[in-house]
């Protein structure tokens, strides 16, 4: 029996559905603090001065951070910028742990207050007087990336702070716009929004100045590069900082990287020796990080019988006032996916990434992929209207072909594979949509409901870039035959822990439920790349397969030498191990796994032990694969 593909009950829905799942607000220490933030009301102003005094003569406040305070002790949160993307112009203004001088955004942080109770935290920062100055506000992204516009932050010269080009002129843009029978043009508006998990961001953080250890529980999506990140803030070595990421309720993009409050928290434990706490409440978490906000401008060369010649995209992305983790993604990724899945010979791609006094934004739900896909299909669809042509039709012209893989865009991805016909086929054959395409018309003829019906065609890249393109995997089996299996996803609702044991458990012949995932621990788990852009199953997963590949390698040669035969003739199955030649000779997977442990019972070359590492790559710098869809909707 195959147990990859087949549906299985997730390891951790019992525990949540009873109640008995622990998340980061459930973690209680003795001698813990709570920490609130104070936040600027203002879009942009100059800050006059700050009086604590009152929070701090407040009964039960324990301490209080400004940006005075921090000044030239905790730096600016880095973004994450791969190499592989070659950008055009980068100059990013890193997001503050404090505001200092100036605050640049409504929600920015401003000051921190540590109490012995949440409650006392949130009054306390009602009492701190700030004196502040407002400042004209930069909102329009596309006013502010103008030449002529006052630039937000001083010594940039604009606000323009990520610039990328796609320009394939040698493919022959130029001609195919002066060939063109029509040009067609339009700007859509893809407008910001709040991710919104129902567990916002947090974080305990507890200091144990005995052996200079800080251990951290946060609602992260990746505990070994948040560990990083907070490391390098904090100016500590990696391996004094120890991150547990517990249920994680939510994610979206929005916990892959690392915010101020998780820096002031973890300097705050430091300095006071104690344990701390900060939750932040909903309105909290909708100010401080937003998705989306993309202004594109896309023209398409056409002839009159639906074929796009060529394509022209400016995208200003609305970046807000700092580059944080992940700013840079989105417009990057979306620049790529312009094409979809249609063969356009050429194309000219310009994605400018632009300051304003907003809060930054970041990865959010395909990061870039959702903002492409809509701007290109809504173009198929216009395309479709001035030329009269069934929108299904459109896109069947311009698909690009079975037999053209691997396939190079006009920006410079390279597709593995890719059936669009026949995926559009079946999408219309369930979803009867030409049938729906009836009734709308009859509908209207007769003055009932108005009817819509659409199909949208995407392409979905998978599997992550740079160093997440890679990932380990561990699995160790005790003498018992009791399987754990360790890896550096962090799923968060994903289920991506029974993927893994599926795998595993194919290739050791006994049941998913059998064995144990270990993920979300640094000390538990040495690397991990985290969850998120699509990477868990394709990256992830394979690394399991390939280090359960080497279990059962090794596992098969003991068995071969204590049955006297060929490796090759050995069989997992249901928890029995045995050669094909005598399956009624079989020994139980746990009587494999203990003669393991015992030398006088393994092949002279054999060393003792069942531990077990492997590391996967994607063969490509840039996701990989590429996977598809259609979708049919009707209003």
């Not at 700030?130 to 400042?135: N, Q, S």
């Not at 690009?400 to 991805?413: M, R």
């Not at 050791?508 to 144990?516: D, F, H, K, M, R």
């Amino acid at each position: 029996m195959s147990y990859t593909g087949q549906a299985w009950k997730r390891f951790e829905d019992p525990r949540l559905v009873t109640g008995m799942g622990v998340f980061v607000d459930d973690v209680k220490l003795p001698g813990m603090l709570y920490v609130s933030f104070l936040r600027s009301p203002h879009a942009h102003a100059r800050i006059l001065s700050i009086d604590v005094s009152e929070a701090c003569s407040t009964p039960g406040v324990v301490a209080t951070l400004t940006g005075e305070d921090i000044a030239g002790v905790l730096g600016e949160i880095p973004t994450r910028v791969l190499e592989e993307w070659e950008m055009d112009e980068l100059q990013a203004p890193g997001l503050p742990v404090l505001a200092h001088g100036k605050a640049f955004f409504v929600g920015q942080t401003v000051a921190a207050v540590v109490a012995e109770t949440r409650d006392l935290a949130r009054d306390a920062v009602d009492m701190i007087a700030v004196e502040y100055e407002a400042l004209p506000a930069v909102l329009d992204p596309l006013e502010a990336a103008k030449e002529d516009a006052a630039s937000l932050h001083e010594g940039m010269g604009t606000n323009v702070f990520m610039r990328k080009f796609h320009d394939r002129q040698g493919s022959g843009l130029d001609d195919a716009f002066a060939q063109a029978d029509r040009i067609i043009r339009q700007q859509y508006n893809v407008q910001r929004l709040a991710p919104l998990p129902l567990e916002t961001r947090c974080c305990v953080v507890h200091y144990e100045p005995d052996e200079d250890q800080l251990t951290v529980w946060s609602s992260t999506q990746s505990p070994h590069r948040y560990r990083g990140m907070l490391a390098n803030a904090l100016d500590r070595a990696p391996d004094s900082v120890r991150v547990i990421a517990p249920d994680v309720g939510g994610g979206f993009g929005e916990k892959q990287g690392l915010f101020p409050e998780d820096i002031a928290v973890g300097y705050l434990s430091v300095v006071l020796e104690r344990p701390l706490k900060w939750i932040a409440d909903r309105q909290e978490n909708m100010l401080t990080f937003h998705g989306r906000g993309h202004t594109a401008d896309v023209e398409v060369a056409v002839k009159n019988d639906g074929t796009i010649l060529g394509l022209r995209l400016r995208n200003v992305v609305d970046g807000g006032a700092f580059v944080g983790n992940s700013t840079t993604t989105p417009p990057y990724t979306s620049s790529h996916r312009i094409m979809g899945p249609y063969k356009i010979p050429a194309a000219r791609v310009e994605v400018l990434g632009v300051a304003t006094n907003k809060g930054p934004t970041g990865a959010y739900r395909g990061a870039g992929g959702p903002e492409s896909a809509f701007c290109m299909e809504r173009t198929m669809d216009l395309v479709a209207r001035e030329l009269s042509m069934d929108p299904v039709e459109i896109r069947r012209k311009n698909f690009i072909s079975p037999d053209a893989f691997p396939y190079q865009t006009a920006t410079g991805l390279t597709y593995d594979s890719g059936e669009y016909g026949k995926s559009l086929d079946l999408a219309l054959e369930m979803s009867d949509y030409y049938g729906w395409q009836e009734k709308a018309r009859l509908s209207t003829e007769i003055g009932g409901p108005l009817i819509g019906v659409g199909v949208s065609t995407v392409v979905k890249m998978a599997g992550a870039a740079g160093e997440v393109r890679t990932e380990d995997a561990w699995i160790t089996i005790d003498s018992g035959g009791k399987v754990t299996a360790r890896t550096g996803i962090s799923p968060h609702g994903q289920g991506s822990d029974v993927c893994m044991a599926q795998v595993v458990a194919d290739q050791l012949g006994i049941s998913p439920s059998n064995i144990q995932v270990l993920h979300g621990d640094t000390d538990v788990v040495p690397s991990g790349g985290g969850t998120g852009a699509t990477r868990g199953t394709v990256v992830g997963t394979s690394a399991m397969y390939t280090v359960a590949e080497k279990a059962r390698r090794k596992l098969s040669r003991i068995a071969s030498h204590l049955m006297d035969c060929p490796e090759s003739d050995i069989v997992f199955e249901e928890g029995r191990i045995y050669s094909q030649l005598a399956p009624d000779c079989a020994k139980t997977f746990a009587e494999i796994a203990s003669a393991a442990y015992s030398e006088e019972l393994l092949p002279p070359d054999v060393e003792v032990g069942l531990n077990f590492q492997d590391r996967f790559t994607l063969s490509v710098p840039y996701y990989n694969p590429h996977s598809f869809a259609t979708h049919v909707v009707v209003v």
